[in-house]
């Protein structure tokens, strides 16, 4: 039933996404064809100098949009008039939560997608690779020479990196999730009091971060006497799995938050 929530709303949302990476790659088309066409007369300088403003305008409207859409969907199709049809389907609450987040994850993977595309076509004809034949090799051969720096494998770092910025995207869906339903727990002004647990949640977690900064600096001169090679290896092996276990740990929290509501505390009157 997951995966018929998922496709149900990868379609729901297509309608809207699909035009606007298309448009997103016309532009791209036209500016490229503009920059290798010499400009007769300023007439030509200014149609050149719209579309480029239209083309970064659409790149800024598509982030903007996946996120808005990511938090109408979730607010209107659970906790508007659609969540009475949506919370008599014979699924879980859980699931209509893991259905929404992957749906957005989806969405924002393919926005960061349309917009690489759209800067390899305008780089057509100009020397620059973005698409480079020889890049996994050229990576293979970067990581070793890290690993022979440093003494840990490049790649530890990289996907820790990588998974680091998954989680961090998940931590932010869940995020705005947990405000919202948080929000919903009011009989009044519900919008108002998601965007207040929102804020409130985010300076929580600012100052936690803020705590663990300084407390870092404070312990800073325990390793001052640290080689290159000792620094990198706490980073990979200490550092970054601390920033990834916590991560999932507020991650964890947010979704149960939001799945308790919507199993005990749910309210669409």
């Known amino acids: 039933m997951l995966g018929k929530l998922i496709k149900h709303e990868i379609r729901a949302t297509a ?3 699909l035009p606007m990476y298309g448009a ?6 036209i500016n490229r064809l503009l920059m290798a066409i010499e400009a007769v007369n300023s007439l030509m300088n200014i149609f050149s100098v719209l579309m480029t403003v239209l083309y970064g305008l659409f790149i800024v409207i598509a982030f903007v949009l996946t996120v808005t859409v990511m938090i109408q969907r979730f607010y209107r199709n659970l906790l508007g008039d659609e969540g009475y049809l949506m919370f008599t389907l014979p699924v879980r609450p859980w699931a209509h939560i893991v259905a929404k987040g992957i749906t957005s994850i989806i ?17 057509i004809g100009t020397g620059a690779q973005m698409i480079n034949t020889g890049f996994f ?3 293979g051969r970067a990581l070793d020479r890290f690993g022979a720096e440093y003494g840990v494998h490049g ?20 995020l705005i999730y947990a405000s919202i339903a948080i929000g919903h727990l009011f009989r009044s002004h519900r919008v108002l009091a998601s ?17 663990c900064m300084i407390s870092g600096v404070e312990y800073d001169s325990t390793f001052v006497d640290w080689t290159a090679q000792q620094s990198m290896q706490f980073v990979v092996f200490f550092a970054l799995p601390v920033v990834l276990c916590v991560e999932i740990a507020l991650s964890a929290i947010f979704f149960i938050i939001t799945n308790q509501i919507f199993k005990k505390r749910l309210n669409l009157e």
């Open 195 to 211: 965007v207040g647990a929102y804020l409130v949640i985010s300076f929580m977690l600012q100052m936690l971060l803020a705590v």
């Open 155 to 174: 790649g530890w770092l990289m996907a820790e990196g990588i998974l680091g910025v998954l989680l961090a995207l998940v931590l932010f869906i869940l």
């Open 15 to 17: 309608r809207t996404f």
């Open 137 to 139: 090799s050229d990576l």
């Open 107 to 123: 969405w924002l993977f393919l926005t960061a997608v349309a917009t690489y595309l759209s800067a390899c076509i305008l780089s």
């Open 24 to 29: 997103i790659l016309v532009l791209a088309g």
